[in-house]
């Protein structure tokens, strides 16, 4: 049976003492280093008008699966840390359903080899030249697939969030239910009445000139009739 396979990620957010957003970048480099990780990414801002200070920053680690639990204990005890976020999926099945999908692509092609050894025609060869360039595309395809998806249950990501004390940071709050219903349907009516009244632009300009052509038309029925008594 195969092992297990499980993608892992979590999100940690912390809050460092003033000027030490570079120094909790290096410490925790290292811890990902002691935990035999790496540093996939790492971003670092400063205030306006500073070249050198860093006001907070991002850094995205890599440890191995079996590494997660323990890289995400110690992240916390770098900093405060304000918000904690981890996920865990068992991917297994879809792992062992690519590798079943590409043995049997790769047994289809070996058969489709020994019937290019048979072919005794160019439009033969030809066909079945086009198959086999089909399989080994799927094949290809699958393949690169399984190799991602390796890689991300054999590493956990961790992805750390630091802002030094007193800095502001930008969040965006979600809606709630109800926040986000009443948001979509003002927006709606807005979006809705913008469009009817670019809709009814020209028919309200040619409603407003026949009015006029009719007003028009019975000041001169009138005078006509006036002049004539």
Do not use: C
């Amino acid at each position: 049976m195969s092992s297990q396979r499980i993608e892992s990620n979590g999100t940690v957010a912390l809050v460092v003492p003033s000027g030490k957003v570079a120094t909790t970048i290096t410490n925790l480099t290292k811890l990902a280093a002691g935990d035999d990780g790496l540093v996939d990414s790492s971003n670092a801002y400063g205030r306006s008008g500073s070249a050198t200070r860093f006001s907070s920053g991002t850094v995205v680690l890599q440890v191995p699966q079996s590494s997660f639990a323990l890289l995400v204990a110690q992240v916390q005890r770098v900093g405060h840390a304000t918000s904690v976020t981890t996920n865990s999926n068992n991917v297994t099945a879809h792992y062992v359903d690519l590798q079943a999908r590409i043995h049997a692509l790769e047994v289809s092609r070996s058969q489709y080899l020994v019937i290019m050894t048979r072919a005794t025609t160019i439009s033969a060869i030809l066909a079945v030249q086009s198959q086999i360039n089909q399989l080994q595309s799927q094949i290809e395809q699958y393949q690169g697939q399984l190799k991602v998806l390796n890689n991300e249950t054999t590493y956990a990501s961790v992805t750390v969030n630091i802002v030094e004390k007193g800095h502001a940071s930008t969040t965006h709050h979600r809606r709630s239910g109800f926040a986000k219903a009443w948001h979509d349907s003002v927006a709606g009516f807005v979006d809705g009445f913008e469009w009817l009244l670019r809709l009814a632009g020209p028919l309200l300009f040619a409603a407003i000139l026949l009015g006029a052509l009719y007003a028009l038309a019975r000041l001169a029925r009138r005078s006509f009739v006036r002049r004539r008594l």
